[in-house]
């Protein structure tokens, strides 16, 4: 038995899949922020599992990201290279909301007090320019624990390259204090830049208290209830490890919930031969997007918390996956701008008030009102009666867009639900197109409440062929996902080199088997000794500041395999940017995956009895695209399993809504997916 | 005839459009100027080139060039454009700002038919001229500053215009790096160029006809709304450039800002008449100047389009500072530039305190440091603007190490990135402490100190730095911020305060000190809230010496500082 926990904002989803009984379990139960560990607890509880029969739970949380946004982490110190405290408040001194001559930058984690200089010196090139002066280092700590910060960060300039004076310091500190919390830079990353370096550090420094205690938390709460198997953490790489490593890398736990979808979506694309896949996740505010070639999902380091159109936000290097988010879901409110166009989002109902339709105070147009008076939802009840819907309340929000235009009602709504489908096509532009891939080489896994509501659309607009609706409940997917992970660590390291000169050859394979010497530690560290390692650089012709990743073949490297590599880059660089240069190439990080797999999760077919076409016809609704229309409804559990069902149709179960367009046609695979093609 | 919603989602396509191309160029520019400094811009206009349907600049100094070099394009190519070409063109007093600002213009044609322009500006490193990097302080006429390029065919019906490239080539002193960035800006040209393409495909040449129109007219409309909301009247402001490179004299500058419901009027008659030096600001510079203070007191997030600049009417006379004539020299055109800027900032600071802060360090402290890497062989140049302190404002103090007004998504490089790079070491990079802010009720933002030290046996140090006479100024009481200076340490010599220098040679360990001010204050300092001169004193901001003097603060309060910790 396994257990996949996933703390959200508002719920805290437990999906327990048994391989004995090829049960799956699931339950939704509300956040307790104050003590998340109370409300996962509950949702365990409500299932009656024995947790003495239980040997795997892995367990994401928002804890760590809602700490950092909401600003509630701990007291903390950062140590620093003399000449450069303020780096932390200087940041990168762009102001992104250029046209705002009141610009605020987004204020720095550690007050100026509480920055502290060191007079050492790494050089550029990793040698020593000043040593480390151990009374110093002595004084500026005591005066930090003076001032009672219970967490340190330090950050040295070009630590990236040689770390041995923040190791030296750590002894230091740990000699005065030992139960003090120390976050050395260079332990989290190995790449270049200070300024993202030390506010990757600082931010760790900031949430590893809180973390440190929840996950201890946690673990005692389920040994105590006589749980034995292993405890596994959701990182933001796709991947998990031990809780030790989350405790002292909490950092990379940031984004483990959304994460967990995309590994998800791996998975079953895995069981029906698909390796190729953009992820949609349609959520009621937002909408994600995530790109997976060849069953790897992208990381990436290029990762910023609270960025936006206006604010850089706080850059955090560690490995992520590559997920788009943009501010358009099911509950996105419609309004109209001051010079007469209509917008949908990024203002949301969210679940509360919610959509007008609900009744529940809710005044604004939504897409959900929209779906509803276009027909495409149902207008009586959703989530096989959860929710109760009043077309009537739908109409009146919609009908304020519809007066405005002087346009039947119907028309209006369907204008909102172009304008979302635009919004929703962007974004998967956005993680495919501009990172040089082309979207209809791709498979579309669509999920989330509203995610197969906008599938059929931006399919059609981006001419993907094929999508994928996946059998798992729409709202604990990501919970899902997390019981199918591997363990995994993805390690990244700035050393620049052009790979036309002799003697760089040796220093690739040296870099290369260095990082894989390393991972290979972690994970033997964590008990795994059966590991892949996958490879990959990130390049760009001498002289560019930006980098493309290019996956690099394993073992030993020599001229043939470099003149590979060469090409590999050419190619990808072309697809991105529609040109090569005749420049020498360069390699910038080296980046390499461990990943250890767990055992597999299996993928149990469904029931095949009780399911008939004609009773799982619901009746005719009638619909409006453009044009007035009627479509079929059918109740999606008691559909024949690979009947093809020709579109337009609408199907429904008891979590979501799926439609199917006019020439489209769609499928239930033997698993419960509902596979749509045109 | 498309539907509103259709219509919304071409407007929406063309925008994404320019915005791929700005973010394809960012990504594989060969020059820092380009990729960290973000010193382009790209657009796309229609048919007619009469405006910008969508842009999106890197910095706010180039909201208004692009038009300019349409309409130069337009003017000597006329009939004469075919599918495939590809124009290039950086005379500044017609089209631009200095040489080294290089637009490519790209006929956008659907079979035959013209519907419009992309164009994408940019910074090149270096173009020729008397110095490295082409820019320069001492330049009296345009000829030293670098190739001029009066609307050249540079690609013909898709074939490079080989001679044209070579003659590029040969002038330059970069010429890896300065036709690296030109293949990266014709790619990202091409990028967008793919996108209109398929938005044609997809909804025809009419409907994108209509959405451009639409785009403009939107403008137009939100435009005057905004203007609605500003107080009416005439708003007056003069200030003093420290000098022109050349000579030390001052030179006067004004503006007369009228404000009525549909017009948004600045005249800058009366100020000085073209100068010797390279400070000169061709019109289009101006407009963009104008432009975008004309964005930050309506609406900072507004499309800056066509349509939303027509309210806007901008009198410079020819011949002076802000609308120069051949051959005037114009390498260093933003520090009179962003005069323009700040003189309406000025104007309108105190009548819309919500938009506005006291006045910033404005100099961007332009700095080249170039030479040849010992380590490689190869030549290396920093092109750099710094980030200094931004004014106070009526409920808050202003921010520290900000870009000035002119730059915008413009980072400053990473000390560990350029140690790498170039022969030098960050020594160290911190807020300006020692020469403080304008003091106020709200204080300004602190510059920032950054010393450079020398690693190879020769480099080449060019600077241009303004606002040392003439400081940020305060609003309401508040006072004016300290100077921007560069101080150079040169072996065997007295330190020297710098403030223009073309070329100096520098040696092994020599260093390079660059202090950008403090912004100006808001409101009298005597009616500073005690905590927040507390808090500044515990941060290390002010000194107990300041906050005594400028501040009264009553020593007896200071034993509270230490309880707050």
Not at chain 1, 75 to 80: C, E, P, V
Not at chain 1, 458 to 481: D, H, M, N, Q, T
Not at chain 1, 649 to 669: F, H, M, P, R, Y
Not at chain 2, 391 to 397: E, P
């Given at each position: 038995?396994?257990?996949?926990?996933?703390?959200?904002?508002?719920?805290?989803?437990?999906?327990?899949?048994?391989?004995?009984?090829g049960?799956l379990?699931?339950?939704?139960?509300?956040?307790?922020?104050?003590?998340?560990?109370?409300?996962?607890?509950?949702?365990?509880?409500?299932?009656?599992?024995?947790?003495?029969?239980?040997?795997?739970?892995?367990?994401?949380?928002?804890?760590?990201?809602?700490?950092?946004?909401?600003?509630?982490?701990?007291?903390?110190?950062?140590?620093?290279?003399?000449?450069?405290?303020?780096?932390?408040?200087?940041?990168?001194?762009?102001?992104?909301?250029?046209?705002?001559?009141?610009?605020?930058?987004?204020?720095?984690?550690?007050?100026?007090?509480?920055?502290?200089?060191?007079?050492?010196?790494?050089?550029?090139?990793?040698?020593?320019?000043?040593?480390?002066?151990?009374?110093?280092?002595?004084?500026?700590?005591?005066?930090?624990?003076?001032?009672?910060?219970?967490?340190?960060?330090?950050?040295?300039?070009?630590?990236?390259?040689?770390?041995?004076?923040?190791?030296?310091?750590?002894?230091?500190?740990?000699?005065?204090?030992?139960?003090?919390?120390?976050?050395?830079?260079?332990?989290?990353?190995?790449?270049?830049?200070?300024?993202?370096?030390?506010?990757?550090?600082?931010?760790?420094?900031?949430?590893?208290?809180?973390?440190?205690?929840?996950?201890?938390?946690?673990?005692?709460?389920?040994?105590?209830?006589?749980?034995?198997?292993?405890?596994?953490?959701?990182?933001?790489?796709?991947?998990?490890?031990?809780?030790?490593?989350?405790?002292?890398?909490?950092?990379?736990?940031?984004?483990?919930?959304?994460?967990?979808?995309?590994?998800g979506?791996?998975k079953i694309g895995e069981v029906m031969g698909i390796?190729?896949?953009?992820?949609?996740?349609?959520?009621?505010?937002?909408?994600?997007?995530?790109?997976?070639?060849?069953?790897?999902?992208?990381?990436?380091?290029?990762?910023?918390?609270?960025?936006?159109?206006?604010?850089?936000?706080?850059?955090?290097?560690?490995?992520?996956?590559?997920?788009?988010?943009?501010?358009?879901?099911?509950?996105?409110?419609?309004?109209?701008?001051?010079?007469?166009?209509?917008?949908?989002?990024?203002?949301?109902?969210?679940?509360?008030?919610?959509?007008?339709?609900?009744?529940?105070?809710?005044?604004?147009?939504?897409?959900?009102?929209?779906?509803?008076?276009?027909?495409?939802?149902?207008?009586?009840?959703?989530?096989?009666?959860?929710?109760?819907?009043?077309?009537?309340?739908?109409?009146?929000?919609?009908?304020?867009?519809?007066?405005?235009?002087?346009?039947?009602?119907?028309?209006?709504?369907?204008?909102?639900?172009?304008?979302?489908?635009?919004?929703?096509?962007?974004?998967?532009?956005?993680?495919?197109?501009?990172?040089?891939?082309?979207?209809?080489?791709?498979?579309?896994f669509?999920?989330?409440?509203?995610?197969?509501?906008?599938?059929?659309?931006?399919?059609?607009?981006?001419?993907?062929?094929?999508?994928v609706i996946p059998y798992i409940?729409?709202?604990?997917?990501?919970?899902w996902?997390?019981?199918?992970?591997?363990?995994?660590?993805?390690?990244?390291?700035?050393?620049?080199?052009?790979?036309?000169?002799?003697?760089?050859?040796?220093?690739?394979?040296?870099?290369?088997?260095?990082?894989?010497?390393?991972?290979?530690?972690?994970?033997?560290?964590?008990?795994?000794?059966?590991?892949?390692?996958?490879?990959?650089?990130?390049?760009?012709?001498?002289?560019?500041?930006?980098?493309?990743?290019?996956?690099?073949?394993?073992?030993?490297?020599?001229?043939?395999?470099?003149?590979?590599?060469?090409?590999?880059?050419?190619?990808?660089?072309?697809?991105?940017?529609?040109?090569?240069?005749?420049?020498?190439?360069?390699?910038?990080?080296?980046?390499?995956?461990?990943?250890?797999?767990?055992?597999?999760l299996p993928i149990i077919k469904i029931n095949k009895?009780?399911?008939?076409?004609?009773?799982?016809?619901?009746?005719?609704?009638?619909?409006?695209?453009?044009?007035?229309?009627?479509?079929?409804?059918?109740?999606k559990?008691?559909l024949?399993l690979n009947?093809?069902?020709?579109?337009?149709?609408?199907?429904?179960?008891?979590?979501?809504?799926?439609?199917?367009?006019?020439?489209?046609?769609?499928v239930l695979d033997e698993y419960g997916n509902l596979i749509?093609?045109? | 005839?498309?539907?509103?919603?259709?219509?919304?989602?071409?407007?929406?396509?063309?925008?994404?459009?320019?915005?791929?191309?700005?973010?394809?160029?960012?990504?594989?520019?060969?020059?820092?100027?380009?990729?960290?400094?973000?010193?382009?811009?790209?657009?796309?206009?229609?048919?007619?080139?009469?405006?910008?349907?969508?842009?999106?600049?890197?910095?706010?100094?180039?909201?208004?060039?692009?038009?300019?070099?349409?309409?130069?394009?337009?003017?000597?190519?006329?009939?004469?454009?075919?599918?495939?070409?590809?124009?290039?063109?950086?005379?500044?007093?017609?089209?631009?700002?200095?040489?080294?600002?290089?637009?490519?213009?790209?006929?956008?044609?659907?079979?035959?038919?013209?519907?419009?322009?992309?164009?994408?500006?940019?910074?090149?490193?270096?173009?020729?001229?008397?110095?490295?990097?082409?820019?320069?302080?001492?330049?009296?006429?345009?000829?030293?500053?670098?190739?001029?390029?009066?609307?050249?065919?540079?690609?013909?019906?898709?074939?490079?215009?080989?001679?044209?490239?070579?003659?590029?080539?040969?002038?330059?002193?970069?010429?890896?790096?300065?036709?690296?960035?030109?293949?990266?800006?014709?790619?990202?040209?091409?990028?967008?160029?793919?996108?209109?393409?398929?938005?044609?495909?997809?909804?025809?040449?009419?409907?994108?006809?209509?959405?451009?129109?639409?785009?403009?007219?939107?403008?137009?409309?939100?435009?005057?709304?905004?203007?609605?909301?500003?107080?009416?009247?005439?708003?007056?402001?003069?200030?003093?450039?420290?000098?022109?490179?050349?000579?030390?004299?001052?030179?006067?500058?004004?503006?007369?800002?009228?404000?009525?419901?549909?017009?948004?009027?600045?005249?800058?008659?009366?100020?000085?008449?073209?100068?010797?030096?390279?400070?000169?600001?061709?019109?289009?510079?101006?407009?963009?100047?104008?432009?975008?203070?004309?964005?930050?007191?309506?609406?900072?997030?507004?499309?800056?389009?066509?349509?939303?600049?027509?309210?806007?009417?901008?009198?410079?006379?020819?011949?002076?500072?802000?609308?120069?004539?051949?051959?005037?020299?114009?390498?260093?055109?933003?520090?009179?530039?962003?005069?323009?800027?700040?003189?309406?900032?000025?104007?309108?600071?105190?009548?819309?305190?919500?938009?506005?802060?006291?006045?910033?360090?404005?100099?961007?402290?332009?700095?080249?440091?170039?030479?040849?890497?010992?380590?490689?062989?190869?030549?290396?140049?920093?092109?750099?603007?710094?980030?200094?302190?931004?004014?106070?404002?009526?409920?808050?103090?202003?921010?520290?190490?900000?870009?000035?007004?002119?730059?915008?998504?413009?980072?400053?490089?990473?000390?560990?990135?350029?140690?790498?790079?170039?022969?030098?070491?960050?020594?160290?990079?911190?807020?300006?402490?020692?020469?403080?802010?304008?003091?106020?009720?709200?204080?300004?933002?602190?510059?920032?100190?950054?010393?450079?030290?020398?690693?190879?046996?020769?480099?080449?140090?060019?600077?241009?730095?303004?606002?040392?006479?003439?400081?940020?100024?305060?609003?309401?009481?508040?006072?004016?911020?300290?100077?921007?200076?560069?101080?150079?340490?040169?072996?065997?010599?007295?330190?020297?305060?710098?403030?223009?220098?073309?070329?100096?040679?520098?040696?092994?360990?020599?260093?390079?000190?660059?202090?950008?001010?403090?912004?100006?204050?808001?409101?009298?300092?005597?009616?500073?809230?005690?905590?927040?001169?507390?808090?500044?004193?515990?941060?290390?901001?002010?000194?107990?010496?300041?906050?005594?003097?400028?501040?009264?603060?009553?020593?007896?309060?200071?034993?509270?500082?230490?309880?707050?910790?």
């Amino acid at each position: 038995m396994r257990i996949g926990i996933d703390i959200g904002g508002a719920f805290t989803d437990v999906v327990v899949f048994d391989e004995n009984s090829g049960d799956l379990l699931w339950t939704k139960v509300e956040t307790t922020p104050d003590d998340p560990s109370v409300g996962v607890i509950k949702g365990v509880e409500s299932l009656n599992l024995d947790l003495k029969n239980a040997d795997l739970i892995i367990h994401g949380q928002t804890l760590a990201i809602n700490t950092i946004i909401e600003r509630k982490g701990a007291k903390i110190g950062l140590i620093t290279t003399k000449g450069f405290r303020d780096i932390l408040e200087i940041q990168r001194a762009n102001r992104r909301d250029m046209y705002n001559f009141r610009y605020k930058k987004p204020e720095p984690f550690v007050p100026r007090y509480l920055r502290l200089e060191i007079s050492e010196r790494i050089k550029s090139n990793g040698e020593i320019l000043r040593p480390i002066n151990e009374e110093e280092v002595n004084a500026v700590v005591q005066k930090l624990l003076e001032m009672k910060v219970s967490s340190i960060a330090v950050s040295l300039i070009n630590s990236y390259i040689n770390p041995i004076h923040e190791k030296k310091v750590y002894e230091l500190i740990k000699k005065i204090d030992d139960k003090v919390f120390v976050t050395l830079s260079s332990d989290i990353t190995r790449e270049w830049k200070e300024y993202e370096r030390t506010n990757t550090a600082v931010l760790n420094a900031y949430i590893m208290p809180k973390i440190h205690e929840y996950l201890d938390k946690i673990e005692r709460e389920f040994r105590n209830r006589g749980f034995k198997g292993n405890l596994f953490a959701m990182l933001s790489n796709g991947g998990t490890s031990t809780f030790e490593f989350a405790k002292k890398y909490p950092i990379y736990t940031l984004e483990s919930g959304p994460v967990a979808g995309i590994v998800g979506a791996i998975k079953i694309g895995e069981v029906m031969g698909i390796k190729d896949i953009i992820t949609f996740d349609g959520g009621s505010t937002t909408t994600k997007a995530s790109l997976v070639f060849n069953s790897e999902p992208n990381i990436t380091t290029e990762y910023y918390i609270n960025r936006n159109r206006y604010s850089p936000g706080y850059p955090v290097k560690v490995p992520t996956v590559d997920i788009i988010e943009t501010g358009n879901g099911g509950t996105s409110i419609a309004w109209i701008d001051e010079t007469n166009n209509l917008n949908v989002g990024p203002k949301a109902a969210g679940s509360m008030p919610g959509p007008a339709a609900y009744g529940r105070g809710g005044k604004d147009p939504t897409l959900t009102d929209a779906y509803i008076i276009c027909g495409l939802l149902n207008p009586e009840e959703l989530l096989g009666g959860k929710i109760k819907v009043n077309r009537k309340l739908a109409e009146e929000a919609i009908s304020k867009i519809a007066n405005y235009y002087i346009i039947p009602i119907e028309e209006a709504a369907y204008g909102i639900i172009k304008i979302a489908n635009y919004n929703a096509s962007n974004v998967i532009r956005l993680i495919s197109v501009q990172r040089g891939y082309d979207p209809r080489d791709f498979t579309l896994f669509a999920y989330g409440g509203s995610g197969p509501m906008f599938a059929p659309f931006v399919a059609k607009e981006l001419e993907i062929r094929k999508i994928v609706i996946p059998y798992i409940p729409a709202g604990v997917f990501s919970a899902w996902g997390m019981l199918a992970t591997d363990i995994r660590h993805d390690l990244v390291m700035s050393f620049p080199i052009r790979i036309d000169k002799e003697d760089s050859i040796k220093i690739i394979n040296d870099k290369f088997y260095e990082l894989e010497n390393r991972v290979k530690s972690t994970l033997a560290s964590e008990g795994f000794n059966e590991i892949i390692i996958v490879r990959y650089a990130e390049m760009r012709y001498y002289g560019q500041e930006h980098t493309v990743k290019v996956p690099i073949m394993g073992g030993v490297i020599r001229d043939v395999e470099i003149e590979e590599i060469k090409r590999r880059f050419n190619e990808i660089h072309k697809a991105i940017y529609s040109f090569t240069l005749d420049s020498p190439i360069e390699i910038v990080n080296f980046h390499v995956s461990g990943i250890a797999k767990l055992n597999k999760l299996p993928i149990i077919k469904i029931n095949k009895e009780n399911r008939q076409i004609d009773k799982a016809f619901k009746g005719i609704r009638k619909t409006y695209l453009g044009k007035y229309d009627e479509w079929p409804v059918y109740d999606k559990e008691l559909l024949p399993l690979n009947y093809e069902i020709q579109g337009p149709a609408i199907i429904e179960d008891d979590t979501s809504t799926a439609i199917i367009l006019n020439d489209q046609k769609g499928v239930l695979d033997e698993y419960g997916n509902l596979i749509i093609t045109w | 005839m498309v539907d509103i919603f259709t219509l919304e989602i071409i407007k929406n396509g063309l925008i994404a459009a320019s915005e791929e191309m700005f973010y394809a160029f960012q990504r594989t520019a060969k020059s820092p100027v380009i990729y960290e400094v973000l010193d382009y811009a790209v657009g796309i206009t229609d048919y007619k080139g009469r405006g910008l349907v969508a842009q999106s600049p890197g910095v706010p100094g180039f909201s208004g060039v692009l038009d300019f070099t349409i309409r130069e394009v337009l003017n000597k190519w006329k009939n004469e454009l075919n599918p495939g070409d590809i124009i290039a063109t950086n005379i500044p007093y017609s089209g631009g700002t200095h040489l080294n600002d290089v637009a490519l213009v790209m006929p956008v044609f659907y079979k035959d038919e013209l519907l419009g322009f992309i164009v994408n500006k940019g910074h090149w490193s270096e173009i020729g001229g008397m110095h490295f990097g082409s820019w320069t302080s001492d330049a009296n006429e345009i000829f030293q500053e670098g190739l001029q390029l009066p609307s050249i065919k540079i690609y013909i019906e898709d074939r490079p215009n080989r001679d044209v490239i070579d003659i590029i080539k040969a002038n330059s002193r970069l010429p890896e790096a300065t036709l690296g960035d030109m293949e990266a800006q014709i790619g990202s040209m091409k990028v967008a160029k793919k996108r209109i393409d398929e938005l044609v495909r997809k909804y025809g040449i009419e409907a994108i006809k209509e959405a451009m129109e639409k785009l403009i007219e939107d403008g137009e409309k939100l435009s005057k709304l905004r203007l609605k909301e500003l107080p009416k009247g005439t708003f007056e402001a003069e200030d003093y450039i420290d000098d022109d490179g050349i000579n030390d004299n001052p030179i006067y500058v004004r503006v007369k800002v009228t404000i009525t419901d549909n017009e948004f009027i600045v005249d800058f008659t009366g100020s000085s008449n073209q100068v010797n030096g390279s400070i000169n600001s061709p019109l289009p510079a101006t407009v963009s100047a104008v432009r975008e203070i004309y964005m930050a007191v309506t609406d900072p997030h507004a499309l800056p389009n066509a349509g939303y600049f027509k309210p806007l009417k901008i009198i410079a006379p020819e011949g002076s500072i802000f609308n120069p004539k051949k051959p005037a020299a114009t390498s260093t055109y933003w520090e009179s530039m962003s005069y323009a800027t700040d003189l309406v900032w000025k104007a309108l600071a105190p009548r819309v305190p919500e938009k506005l802060s006291a006045g910033h360090f404005l100099s961007i402290l332009a700095t080249i440091i170039g030479g040849i890497d010992d380590r490689t062989g190869e030549p290396f140049a920093i092109v750099e603007p710094q980030p200094g302190g931004w004014g106070a404002s009526y409920n808050s103090d202003g921010e520290s190490a900000l870009v000035a007004s002119g730059d915008g998504e413009t980072y400053i490089a990473s000390a560990e990135v350029y140690e790498n790079r170039m022969p030098i070491l960050v020594d160290r990079i911190e807020l300006n402490t020692e020469d403080g802010v304008g003091h106020g009720k709200y204080r300004g933002g602190f510059g920032i100190i950054k010393d450079y030290i020398i690693l190879c046996k020769e480099a080449y140090f060019t600077v241009s730095i303004g606002r040392y006479k003439y400081t940020p100024w305060g609003v309401n009481g508040g006072m004016n911020g300290p100077p921007n200076y560069c101080v150079v340490y040169k072996k065997g010599e007295k330190p020297r305060i710098i403030r223009k220098a073309a070329a100096l040679k520098l040696e092994y360990g020599d260093k390079i000190s660059l202090h950008s001010a403090g912004g100006g204050g808001w409101g009298n300092p005597a009616e500073r809230d005690l905590n927040l001169i507390l808090n500044d004193i515990i941060n290390g901001y002010i000194s107990i010496d300041t906050a005594e003097k400028v501040y009264k603060l009553d020593k007896n309060l200071l034993k509270d500082i230490y309880k707050k910790l």
